[in-house]
């Protein structure tokens, strides 16, 4: 998953028209938890990361949002003795890997570090989650109404006129970002829409081949082992390493079926993103090969991809295939050092 502020703009949520991360910076930011009760102070001090995708369609007047985002905060807390004497200053962060429009009517989970696990820090720490994770689960929920009212920029969305755009998740899990239209779209807008639905929802396949600087057996244990998935992608996933075992990724924005697997030769699956609609799956498979010795090939085939999601949104092909190259190859070649 992207960084904010890195990668592919289409993989991010960023600054965008529809004020996602404004919004969440002007709720999460500076936002005081303990002003010295129990001798403690805490407060957030900035939006560390938001990565994701968050997008409003307006169809016939009725607002659909989607959204498939993580969130990472800094925050600070200091301890004093009973003459306001600082025993302890720490650093830590708190966050909160999955907020999905899909779960909208349940509190996301909240991870809460410190830099310091001393007596004092830990102390701190619960501090932190026992008063700060409510106050900042009510802020997140405030951008969840938000999104379900049509966005923090509702005002500046004319759903009888126009049609949502599209700059392309967040599978990745991959992560799309995909904007409202504003006031300044131009009146032909509305005529490629309706031109679009009138269109057969078709399928499409993708095929690249990439290179390693690795073992075979290598990278089929990486792409099939949870923990080092989690590593190079930053995001949570169960995989199975049996044939019919099941496997989640990118916080379970990607889940699917282990069809067919030869140890160092081939991986054939079933996948499905969550932002697809029902029923819909497509059949991933990868074969390696040595040309040489410590290098690898990966061929890659990618079939039965939907044109559109759930949401109308015509970019599904494209953002699956930046997926591929930017969140999982590139980032194994970075993590691992696997590069050619």
Not at 104 to 131: F, Q, Y
Request: overall charge neutral; proline content about 5%; charged content about 30%.
């Amino acid at each position: 998953m992207a960084r904010y502020g890195e990668g592919d703009k289409r993989w991010i949520v960023e600054d965008r028209p529809d004020g996602t991360n404004t919004f969440f910076t002007s709720l999460l930011t500076n936002l005081p938890i303990l002003d010295g009760e129990g001798n403690l102070f805490l407060k957030t001090t900035s939006l560390r990361s938001l990565d994701g995708e968050a997008y409003i369609n307006v169809r016939k007047g009725k607002i659909i949002p989607g959204y498939e985002i993580s969130l990472t905060l800094n925050w600070q807390g200091e301890a004093k003795d009973t003459l306001g004497t600082s025993l302890l200053k720490v650093d830590g962060t708190v966050e909160i890997p999955y907020i999905s429009d899909e779960n909208a009517d349940e509190d996301p989970e909240v991870r809460v570090t410190v830099d310091d696990e001393g007596p004092v820090g830990k102390r701190i720490k619960d501090a932190m989650v026992s008063k700060g994770k409510p106050l900042i689960l009510e802020k997140v929920r405030v951008w969840v109404q938000s999104m379900a009212k049509g966005g923090p920029v509702k005002d500046e969305l004319e759903p009888k006129k126009v049609a949502p755009s599209s700059l392309s998740p967040s599978p990745a899990a991959t992560t799309t970002t995909t904007t409202p239209t504003t006031t300044k779209t131009t009146a032909a807008a509305p005529k490629k829409e309706e031109k679009k639905e009138k269109v057969k929802k078709g399928r499409k396949s993708i095929s690249m081949t990439e290179r390693f600087n690795c073992r075979a057996k290598d990278l089929f244990e990486i792409l099939m082992d949870e923990n080092r998935w989690k590593g190079f992608t930053q995001s949570n996933a169960r995989i199975s390493k049996e044939v019919g075992g099941e496997f989640s990724i990118f916080d379970g924005s990607v889940t699917g079926t282990n069809l067919e697997l030869q140890e160092g030769k081939l991986i054939v699956q079933r996948w499905r993103f969550g932002s697809w609609n029902d029923g819909v799956q497509s059949t991933v498979r990868l074969e390696f090969e040595e040309p040489e010795s410590g290098v690898t090939v990966v061929k890659l085939t990618h079939t039965d991809v939907p044109e559109e999601d759930r949401y109308g949104n015509a970019t599904v092909v494209e953002n699956t295939e930046r997926g591929w190259r930017d969140l999982i190859f590139q980032r194994i070649r970075a993590v691992f050092g696997f590069g050619i």
